[in-house]
């Protein structure tokens, strides 16, 4: 792990390796960020970036969550509705029950423009199921519009995002990489780390 993830930070640490051994690289995996996008293709010129899926999908749930953030705001006499069920809503629809379906067919019903964040929600679920390289572009141009049409002020950021790292996200959809492992890694370092820091306060 290194101690910065500024941009100097990391084009020091990959300097380190010859260019005839990081023309090797094949695929890179990584967050959907502009800052790391820039680096990996200055570093590593013959790697194909693949968006993280995790990273992707929770780009799309934090949309959501800004969207019933917004309602709540805005019905609040409706508010405690929603805060009391929020996890039926970041729950995948295919796992709710008969209750849970009712609850969310009330939700949906006082906040119209919650109810048209969730079916973007749900309709981007629907398009990472896609297989082949014709459909995935398809269905992934045509959810984008689909967000942009819709215009909700919680939503829009994806559009954004979306659009400037599309190739990255298409190619998340197309090959079978992600950095889940690393990630998975990453996060027990960090509990460690904070265990020692903990342990040696006491």
């Known amino acids: 792990m290194l101690p910065a993830r500024t941009t100097p930070a990391l084009l020091q640490y990959f300097y380190q390796f010859p260019m005839s051994k990081r023309r090797k690289v094949e695929f890179v995996t990584m967050d959907i960020s502009m800052q790391f996008c820039s680096v990996i293709k200055t570093i590593f010129p013959k790697a194909r970036i693949v968006a993280d899926r995790f990273h992707m999908i929770r780009l799309v749930q934090w949309a959501l969550e800004r969207a019933y953030k917004a309602e709540q705001k805005r019905l609040c006499h409706h508010s405690r509705m929603v805060k009391s069920n929020k996890t039926i809503l970041t729950k995948p629809y295919g796992k ?26 749900y309709a981007f679920s629907k398009v990472l199921f896609f297989k082949d390289n014709t459909n995935i572009s398809w269905a992934l141009l045509a959810w984008i519009d689909l967000v942009k049409s819709a215009d909700l002020p919680g939503m829009n950021a994806l559009v954004t995002s979306f659009t400037y790292g599309y190739e990255e996200i298409r190619s998340a959809l197309i090959y079978p990489y992600s950095n889940g492992f690393t990630e998975g890694c990453s996060n027990k370092i960090k509990a460690l780390k904070c265990h020692l820091i903990w342990s040696a306060q006491f």
């Not at 067919?105 to 929600?121: D, K, S, V, W």
């Open 96 to 121: 709710l029950t008969k209750e849970e379906l009712i609850t969310l067919e009330g939700i949906l019903h006082f906040f119209p423009r919650l109810r048209c964040a969730y079916a973007l929600t």
